[in-house]
């Protein structure tokens, strides 16, 4: 099964809070992966591939400065990668020394997990992948989360995706536990205390248990209220959700009043404090209009008052070996060729200007750099959409 649960585990932060959003959802884009996406996913798939025996400790070493594809993405395995992929393999294997675990029987990467319940009955699928999952033989279940984002931090306690999967390791392994533990491990967010624990007994996650089923039906409403929280940061239908447009809009319309009335000094402490919390909420959710617009002029619809123009790249050489034969050892950085701003700005400090225009002019380029959304009175030509170039082409039998 390679699609995700509506009511995925690294998700459930959102829709335990948000109920509504799981249908608004159904009806948004899919989003495009990104570069931090695509970063964790290799970082994963290397810390599988050590865990299960087909990757030394010397062959991940060997691996970096070397790039891998993912999702469109060329992800560099860097130092950093593997010194915390090997934080997270070296977590794991003492955990499982620590409790005597049969890793053979009783360690379970990368491992699907399904949680049976009465959401079934209105045809829901519940179930998420977990990194890793032990079994111990002092009856206590081990749920490990490995994180590589360094964005924002992620507690163990009360972590709705531990539990989740705490609760699809028992419809397998059974409930015969005297306690569970949920582990995060995020080295790069925070590299002094990058492992998180929280131990609870076996009975409070069966209490959580009935409260997931409680959940996951509470999103088959018709009804299911749309609910407003930090867990809209990674809403996929931030865009399109009415209560976020509310609220964006409310905000707008007090700040129009304040900028052509000049009102601000009639806010209280209080009114500003409520503004200022609110900021990156309103923030994010134009930046989800962004990109939904984004989107939909690249795939040929029109937003009025605005064009979709080719975003332009920082300029770059044409051939860097041109470089070196023009200026020899003058031309490496450490270890690489130089920009073009940084020889650029030498030459100028050196009064050599004139000179770097007839050297370099000729080599000299400004890649593109995908599209932008811009409003039509600003500068730039307008491109075809990729719906339409698509739709220009001639396929022949």
Known sequence: MTTHSSVSPSSAHRWFNCPGSVRLCEDAPIPPGTFAQAEGSVAHSLGEAALKGRITGQALDKLVGTTKEHDGFDIPITQEMVDCVRLYVRTVWAEAKKLLVDIKENMFVEQQFFVRGPHEAVGVSAYGTCDCALSAMFRRLVVIDYKHGRGVGVDAEDNEQGLYYAVGATEVLGTDYDEVEIVIIQPRFDPESPVKRWLIPMTQLLEWRGKLHNAIIATTKEDAPLVLGDHCRWCPAAALCPARKKEAMDLVSITVDVVENRKIVEFTPVQISELLMNQSRIDDFFTAVGELALKSAE??????????????????????QAVVDAVGPAAFGEPEVKSVAVLEKEYKQAGKREEFDALFANNIEIPANGNKLVRETQGGEAQESIRAFRESLVFVD
């Not at 795939?299 to 860097?320: A, Q, T």
């Open 299 to 320: 795939n040929g619809i029109v937003i009025p008052g605005f064009k979709l123009v080719e975003k332009r790249g920082h300029r770059r050489w044409v051939s860097e």
